[in-house]
């Protein structure tokens, strides 16, 4: 169902912190010009921690109409509140978009039971398509690959976003996993490797800057052009330890920015980057002649 880049947004605010409509369709244009396969607004790099849930739902919703059907929508309706996720997923459904991002529930770190239960019960109240977002790091607990095994034997819960940072976890996923079970990496760093492994592409935070060459290095492995793709993956990669210079979103806005598409501007508690990490970013945007 999911191949190809598809590009986790950034959620443009203006200077005084309102959701910057605007730009966020014109981020919208810019991505589909670029050739991604579709967009995932309100993820982790949406700064879903910090937009209320009627922000949720309105990014969701501008994102959808501008995108006019011309790729597919993976709305960002995740929480660790299973309820908040079934009405937040409910409202995406209504406006349009065409499956959702749904997180691994964050803080109260449930067990594997309590992953299964709440993914499948998203997919039963919905009827929508379900990409499971696994991201320990951020979320504090792994989902493991036999709980995720499991879930992959809904109809509704199609694909995975892979950002354990474990090579061994990865390939374990991609060979357990059915075959119309979609594994997307959820790592810059990774989506060459996961995608040359057998994965189906990357949910991709670079891709809010450079679009078009993320396009170009997954579409080169996907064809089996691996030493090509190969290439492009290590002529980005300063660019792809620059975006994790600091916690994410920060860098990348700070680069989206910096070409003239978005205020640099964040919600508390993130702020801008340090002058340090500034003169770094600064430094690796000229090399791409940013």
Do not use: W
Request: with cysteine; charged share 20%; aromatic share 6%.
């Amino acid at each position: 169902m999911f191949k190809g880049v598809y590009t986790a947004m950034i959620t443009p605010f203006t200077t005084d912190g309102a959701v910057d409509e605007k730009a966020l369709r014109r981020l919208v244009n810019a991505q589909i010009d670029a050739g991604v396969a579709g967009l995932v607004p309100v993820g982790t790099t949406g700064e879903s921690p910090t937009v209320t849930h009627k922000e949720n739902v309105q990014v969701v919703g501008i994102v959808v109409e501008e995108a006019r059907g011309r790729v597919p929508v993976i709305a960002g309706t995740g929480s660790n509140s299973t309820a908040e996720a079934i009405d937040m997923t409910g409202q995406a459904r209504e406006l349009g978009a065409a499956a959702s991002l749904q997180v691994a529930p964050y803080y109260n770190k449930p067990s594997q039971e309590g992953f299964y239960r709440h993914f499948t019960t998203i997919a039963e109240q919905i009827d929508l398509p379900v990409v499971v977002y696994n991201i320990p790091g951020r979320t504090g607990k792994n989902i493991e690959t036999e709980t995720l095994r499991r879930m992959a034997e809904h109809p509704n819960i199609v694909a995975v976003k892979e950002a354990s940072g474990s090579i061994p976890q990865m390939m374990d996923v991609l060979a357990t996993m059915p075959d119309d079970f979609d594994v997307l990496s959820g790592d810059d760093n990774l989506a060459f490797s996961l995608t040359a492994l057998g994965g189906r592409g990357v949910i991709s935070v670079a891709s809010n800057l450079i679009p078009a060459r993320m396009v170009k290095m997954i579409d080169l492995c996907l064809r089996g052009e691996i030493e090509q793709s190969r290439k492009e993956h290590f002529e980005l990669l300063p660019l792809f330890k620059a975006i994790f210079l600091d916690t994410n979103p920060i860098p990348i806005k700070y680069m989206v920015h910096r070409a003239g598409l978005c205020e640099e501007s964040y919600r508390l508690p993130m702020v801008p980057l340090s002058d340090q990490d500034r003169k770094a970013v600064d430094a690796v945007l000229k090399r791409y002649g940013i």
